[in-house]
């Protein structure tokens, strides 16, 4: 069951009244939330220079989320209340020889989303946006091709504006966490 709910936490027991859960609530100051953004844009860099090798300039991680933060301060319509890792969502219960990247999940989330009254952002990596790509399931290497259903909701997500592919060589696990903080700034 996918629980998803838009809950008021109480800021006492802070226990979830949709799962139980007990929360642990972190507030931030505003040189709190500027000194995360600066962590995450220093470990961006370094991401980018290890997976390049050395080859990439390390700015270029720090220009990239920049631009992601103005994208999103300037996108068109109504603003984004839920964010979707969405390598996460897609690769969910997929770790089996035959498992891939499930593009039929990402759009599960978004549709279960839309009618919460949520307003979605999918984040991926940019692998995931072209018609064939490296799985992280299965065998080793093994390539994925999207059949023309997948290659539709895909292009769908892209053309609402929904689903953002994070630029190559960067990590997509910053630009969800920015979104995140972007948003709660």
Known sequence: ELVASRVTVDEKTAICPRTGATLRLIMLEQDEKSKLKLSLQE???IELVKFSKGKADSKRAVEELDHFADWLDTQ???PFTAIVDGANVAYYMQNFDSGKFNYHQIQFVVDALLKMKETPLVV???KYGFNSFRINTGAAGEVQRLNEEERKIRDT???NGTLYRVPKMLLDDYYWTVSY???TL
């Open 157 to 159: 997500l892209l053309e």
């Open 124 to 126: 991926v990596p940019y």
């Open 181 to 183: 903080t972007h948003l």
């Open 43 to 45: 470990l961006a860099s």
């Open 76 to 78: 068109t319509g109504k």
